[in-house]
């Protein structure tokens, strides 16, 4: 069965993505960390962000950088990683591997694709309704160590602070991730920092990476996929 009888629609990880592609005007995905945190702080700065799955080098224009890994910024903080807090005064366009929002990206086909996230919430909102009416929400999940997917409690709140701005009737799928966010207005570092992926990331030295995907509406712009690179809208 599909929620095709719903405006706003939610299914989580790669199998959302394929099911939600041809059924919906426009997808968005939300990897809050932070992928889709990345993409936003990037592009409020007016870069592009090229996704790429992991390993991947595809051939891009000229001036675009490679992101580092996380742990290499942390000894070199010239270098741009997925880390959001090494992308404030991001001044080239980049490419940005990841093993979940990069990879979710590269699925959706023709269908328009927006990376939203707490930071951009209502920006997203706004543009993914000026695209049109079956909006497709995908919160992205982390993954177990079997490969399969764990859905994860900061993509259910990030799912929900850009559905509880959209207009249309929502499955319950989507119902469900909007009460989920609004329950915790007000306190939503306080539990992210206490989730598991916000714990493991303030182990490794990133607190203020969960710091920053916290801070509701913060950009002012969506990010689009568009040939081949998330750019603002």
């Not at 005007?25 to 992928?35: H, K, P, Y």
């Not at 930071?119 to 079997?146: Q, Y």
């Not at 329950?183 to 990476?209: N, P, T």
Request: net charge negative; charged share 25%.
């Amino acid at each position: 069965m599909r929620q095709s009888i719903f405006d706003i629609r939610c299914e989580w990880g790669e199998h959302g993505v394929q099911k939600l592609t041809d059924e919906c005007d426009v997808l968005v995905l939300i990897d809050v960390l932070s992928f889709t945190t990345s993409v936003s702080v990037a592009v409020e700065h007016g870069a592009k962000v090229y996704p790429a799955a992991i390993g991947d080098t595809p051939e891009l224009p000229s001036g675009v950088i490679q992101a580092s890994r996380r742990a290499e910024w942390l000894e070199n903080s010239s270098l741009r990683s997925m880390s959001p807090q090494s992308l404030g005064r991001l001044e080239s366009d980049l490419l940005l591997p990841s093993p979940n929002g990069s990879a979710l990206s590269l699925m959706a086909g023709n269908t328009p694709l927006l990376a939203g996230c707490l930071r951009n919430a209502r920006a997203t909102a706004r543009a993914a309704m000026h695209l049109g009416t079956t909006i497709g929400i995908v919160p992205a999940g982390e993954r177990w160590e079997d490969q399969s997917l764990r859905p994860s409690w900061e993509d259910l709140i990030g799912a929900g602070a850009i559905i509880q701005e959209l207009k249309g009737e929502r499955s319950p799928e989507a119902a469900v991730a909007e009460v989920a966010f609004l329950s915790v207005l007000g306190e939503v570092e306080q539990r992210m920092s206490k989730s598991v992926s916000g714990r493991e990331l303030i182990k490794r030295g990133f607190a203020e990476d969960v710091h920053l995907a916290c801070q509701l509406n913060a950009d002012h712009y969506a990010a689009r996929l568009y040939d081949g690179a998330y750019r603002r809208i």
